[in-house]
């Protein structure tokens, strides 16, 4: 009997041990399941700068996909570092050029290349609001060729240095027709110096497009920057026309640019 109880102890003490692993471990696996949330937006106008949110708990620097349906937005963003296990990210839009109604934005997170690199992997961790956007549309319904260029002109607005997490427009005015395709490119200035580049710098940079805009008083040209995807550095801001389709591995930057350069500290 002494033995049998013995025994009878150390097989409960045994199923107690192992039913607390696997709590343990279930536990652990929960609190390991990515998440992904986007913040509630309401109702906006057209004009706003809008700003997508949301939390999650993927690591800091993890990439995310973010696109506006049937706004044909589509941005990319990583995650940035929160507090109390619980990480942001943020990515502005730029209304001017979408039309109203009501929009779904998805957030999703990407894993990395397919094997041929032409497309993201995607993971589980995925999140999604609506909102509604009201107002008068100032963009086209189509693209309009750069043609007549002779008297055209873009003149930048002056960007004052900004620090990192700043989410902003840039913006400038412009005597191209409504819908005319754009370029933007923002790139270090020192790409553009004569300074010899070693050491492998961690350098970042973005290009972008987007269409001229009815504003009140002349067409302007904007462009909504995440200061989240660059590294702190001088950067030259530079727009302009496009020759050829904007989607083309042939499209070349147009005669009618101009640019302005700002520090992100």
Known sequence: MIIHNIRSR????ILVMVTLISISFATAVLA???YLSVDPLGTKTIGDLVILSGETNLPEGTKLSVSVEEAEYNSG????????????WFVPVDTWG???????????????YNLN?????????????????????????????????????????????????????????????VGTDIIWEIRPTILDSDVEITN??????IMANSQVTRGSDTNRVSLALN???????????????????????????????????????
């Open 10 to 13: 150390v097989l409960v003490l």
């Open 32 to 34: 390991e399941k990515a």
């Open 77 to 88: 963003t990583v995650v940035v570092k929160g507090s109390n296990n619980i990480n942001w």
């Open 98 to 112: 979408i039309k109203p109604g009501t929009y779904i934005v998805n957030a999703t997170e990407i894993k990395g």
């Open 117 to 177: 690199k032409t497309g993201y992997l995607y993971g589980n961790a995925q999140g999604n609001t609506t909102f509604i956007l009201n107002g008068t549309f100032l963009g086209s319904e189509i693209s309009v060729p750069a043609r007549g260029q002779e008297h055209a002109f873009i003149a930048l607005d002056s960007i004052p240095d900004k620090k990192t997490g700043d989410l902003f427009l840039i913006t400038g005015k412009t005597n191209l027709p």
């Open 200 to 205: 492998n710098p961690n350098l970042s940079g």
């Open 227 to 265: 200061t989240y995807e660059l590294n702190p550095d001088e950067y030259n801001v530079s727009v302009a026309t496009v020759k050829g389709d904007i989607f083309s591995p042939d499209m070349e930057f147009g005669n009618v640019t101009d640019y302005d350069i700002f520090t992100l500290k």
